[in-house]
């Protein structure tokens, strides 16, 4: 990862943190000999350096000392623009697997722990490593020198070092694996949290929260949540603390042994002051270097665990793969798409979403898809834009898998308007340009789709015209109507040469006006394309060659309007009712409150008057 973010900041920043240890030591050798130099000729040895010798090592020393500072300024900068450039690399592959991976991902929990466990290991760790890992060789070879240091003395001392450094780091390894499991655990809590967070602070759900008043309540979940999170958090930390604090207790009463233990030896004679005074000095030195060390590695157990779950993140791949020999998608194609026998599941759902499907969209044909709520109509288009493959049965193209061509250019056959369409936040030529990204920016094409879509009359009136941001997210933008977003929506369907437009509801939101003038003259304003139209409006559909009327994913029947209409079925029974209410003097409703008033007046023209004060 270092290496493929940025080659150049690698091998410097390598360079660099090797030169520091290196200077370090030589930094210790220097200033080791110094002492014994001085030490020897304090003692009166005979035949040792003079003056002149002295200040050369003193001048060697601090030039290493200065050379070690120098090297570890400019490792730490080397690090940093190794981290600046990783982070934005791994952000970027971050981002790859995200748009690559298949939607059953981002409709699956599990998707979204791995997502924000990847994010929460963080974009800077695998500098992390490399810096742990030299600065473990560093205090490792430091720590190696003050032991031969500490052997000089009196080699009993060696194993009562390791009793400093070994109970430490076993408490600490634990619990960093404690804190680490427990926080695997609780990546849906946080990310519950998060979604509080978001629902109380975004935009998106204002309205609704103030009109019901759920801020209290929103508050008190995220602060009942938060308080979980802070206390089982805590909770681990005191016990760890606790232990260290025992640890530490014996590591202390480890060091009075040897001290005790010196200054016995010194009374006896067997060991001099100036070693006694050197031990405490070491002494001191290894119990800090050794907490660092022990800090050094549970770090990079640390980064051990986090790294593996960007890792599994980053190891994500798209099940809906493209055959080793993709087929090339025949456009325009002659014989259409056929549904044979299909049946699709949603992973880790317990009952069928679509059963034994069968059914043809040739080009140029308009077929029309009707039914209940959680029929199954929207299932179907994602099987046929092949965001989802059939779990039996298969879906065909001119006679071909539809698997065995390339996902990608299967699915430029389709424009599709899905019922939650995206509303970007950049300006209305882009958010219609979406529709087709290869096209240039200025493409006129932009403005055939807006007249086609009935949203170039509206556009047209916005303060910059096309080049109007649709977003009160940044200044100078502007918000446009929940229908107005719909005609927009429709203007990025209608923007690219695709073979077949798919639409899902695609006039929920419009005013009669303009549904009557999409609808109107569809088979000319999609340009004779093969057309697949959800719709809960009877009146819209009744155009299509072929309506399907859908009842818990099953096809119920088929046929065009007139044929259903005279077999008297489930269609023919929508449509009597939908039509009831639109012919006058058929509300049993409204009958009943025109008897309302003994004055003779309705209760919709009352409705309709002007308040008169009594
Ligand atoms: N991502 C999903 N995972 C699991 N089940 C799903 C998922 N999406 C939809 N379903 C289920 O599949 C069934 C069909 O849903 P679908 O969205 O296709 O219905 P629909 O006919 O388009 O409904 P509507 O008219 O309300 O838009 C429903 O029972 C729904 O609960």
């Not at 730490?76 to 190794?82: K, P, Y």
């Not at 979940?221 to 025992?246: C, D, K, N, P, V």
């Not at 958010?431 to 920016?441: A, K």
């Not at 009712?577 to 409204?590: D, K, L, P």
Request: glycine share 8%.
């Amino acid at each position: 990862m270092l290496w493929h973010s940025s080659p150049r900041w690698t091998v410097i920043g390598t360079i660099l943190m090797v030169l520091e240890i290196g200077f370090g030591l030589a930094l210790l050798f220097w200033l080791k000999r110094l002492v014994d130099v001085m030490t020897g000729t304090l003692a009166g040895d005979a035949g040792l350096v003079g003056e002149g010798g002295m200040l050369g090592y003193v001048a060697l020393t601090g030039g290493c000392a200065l050379a070690f500072m120098v090297c570890r300024g400019m490792a730490g900068l080397a690090r940093e623009a190794q981290g600046l450039q990783l982070a934005d690399h791994l952000d970027s592959e971050i981002h790859d697997r995200a748009v690559k991976a298949d939607l059953a991902f981002y409709e699956s929990p599990r998707y979204a722990d791995t997502l924000q466990r990847a994010r929460e290991a963080g974009n800077q760790r695998p500098v992390q490593v490399i810096s742990n890992i030299l600065l473990l060789a560093k205090n490792g070879l430091m720590l190696a020198a003050v032991a031969g240091l500490i052997m000089t003395i009196d080699w009993r001392l060696l194993p009562l070092m390791l009793c400093v450094i070994l109970p430490a780091l076993w408490v600490r390894l634990r619990y960093t694996r404690r804190l680490y499991d427990w926080q695997v655990r609780r990546t849906q809590m946080e990310r519950r949290a998060g979604y509080l967070d978001w629902l109380m602070t975004s935009e998106y759900h204002a309205k609704e929260l103030r009109l019901n008043q759920l801020g209290a309540h929103l508050r008190k979940q995220y602060a009942e949540l938060r308080g979980r999170i802070r206390r089982e958090r805590f909770a681990i930390t005191q016990r760890r603390t606790w232990i260290e604090l025992a640890v530490g207790g014996a590591a202390t009463l480890a060091f009075f042994g040897a001290l005790t233990l010196l200054v016995w030896q010194a009374v006896e004679g067997h060991s001099s002051v100036g070693d006694l005074v050197l031990f405490l000095l070491i002494f001191q030195r290894t119990q800090s270097m050794g907490q660092e060390l022990v800090q050094q590695i549970s770090r990079l157990y640390e980064d051990h665990l986090y790294m593996g779950q960007l890792l599994a993140f980053l190891d994500i791949r798209p099940a809906l793969a493209d055959p080793e020999q993709p087929l090339p998608v025949p456009v325009p194609p002659v014989r259409g798409i056929r549904f044979e026998n299909v049946t699709f599941r949603y992973p880790d759902s317990e009952r069928e979403a679509l059963q034994a499907i069968d059914l043809t969209i040739r080009p140029g044909e308009v077929v029309a898809l009707v039914g209940a709520n959680g029929s199954g109509k929207t299932t179907l288009i994602k099987l046929l834009c092949r965001l989802y493959d059939p779990s039996a049965g298969r879906i065909t193209l001119d006679g071909v898998d539809i698997r065995d061509y390339g996902i990608v250019a299967y699915r430029r056959l389709f424009s599709v308007v899905f019922q939650d369409y995206a509303h970007y936040a950049t300006t209305a030529r882009e958010n219609i340009r979406f529709g087709d990204i290869d096209q240039p920016p200025d493409t006129p094409s932009v403005q055939s789709a807006a007249e086609l879509a009935g949203a170039a009359s509206f556009i047209d009136e916005l303060a910059h015209g096309y080049e109007t941001r649709l977003t009160r997210m940044f200044d100078d933008g502007m918000e446009l109507s929940i229908g107005q977003w719909q005609k927009i929506a429709l203007a990025r369907a209608f923007m690219r040469q695709s073979q077949f437009i798919v639409l899902d509801e695609p006039t929920s939101a419009l005013d009669p006006g303009a549904e009557f003038a999409l609808f109107e003259n569809f088979r000319e304003r999609v340009d004779h394309r093969g057309a697949l139209i959800i719709s809960h409006r009877l009146s819209s559909v009744r155009m299509a060659d072929c309506i399907h009327v859908l009842d818990q994913g099953r096809i119920l029947e088929s046929g065009s309007h007139d044929e259903l209409m005279e077999r008297k079925g489930a269609y023919f029974e929508l449509f009597r009712r939908q039509a009831y209410h639109y012919r006058e003097g058929n509300s049993e409703e409204s009958a009943e409150r025109r008897s309302m008033y003994d004055d003779g007046t309705t209760a919709d023209l009352r409705a309709c008057e002007p308040f008169n004060e009594p």
